[in-house]
């Protein structure tokens, strides 16, 4: 059995910084490609950001320059490192990791839980 599961969400006041993280565990070798997302209340889930596994990144424009994705292979851990915040990024985050298993074998679409961001005036 493998999961992903965030953390690092919390409130900041706009202006802030947050650091999110997302830790797979289980029996994997490594991730692949990973994702954040977020949904705000009566939103639709937004891609916020991509890393693929040679460390290639992307970001939607309304977080570039802002969000950095970053990864620690050794940790199995991808980050999102969130500066100068507004009350628009409030939302639930959720990480979204393709893995490769123990075995070999690839697992794909893992979602995580979410982790909470709110962004205060």
């Known amino acids: 059995q493998v999961q992903v599961v965030e953390s690092g969400g919390g409130l900041v006041q706009a202006g802030g910084s947050l650091r999110l993280s997302c830790a797979a565990s289980?029996?994997?070798?490594?991730?692949?490609?990973a994702h954040w997302y977020r949904q705000a209340p009566g939103e639709r889930r937004e891609l916020v950001a991509t890393?693929?596994?040679?460390?290639?990144?992307n970001y939607a424009n309304s977080v570039k320059g802002r969000f950095t994705i970053s990864r620690d292979n050794a940790k199995n851990t991808v980050y999102l490192q969130m500066n100068s915040l507004k009350p628009e990024d409030t939302a639930v985050y959720y990480c979204?990791?393709?893995?490769?298993?123990?075995?070999?074998?690839?697992?794909?679409?893992?979602w995580g839980q979410g982790t909470q961001v709110t962004v205060s005036s």
């Open positions: 890393i693929t596994s040679d460390g290639s990144t």
């Open positions: 289980g029996r994997i070798i490594k991730i692949n490609v």
């Open positions: 979204n990791a393709d893995l490769t298993e123990t075995t070999g074998w690839r697992s794909p679409d893992n």
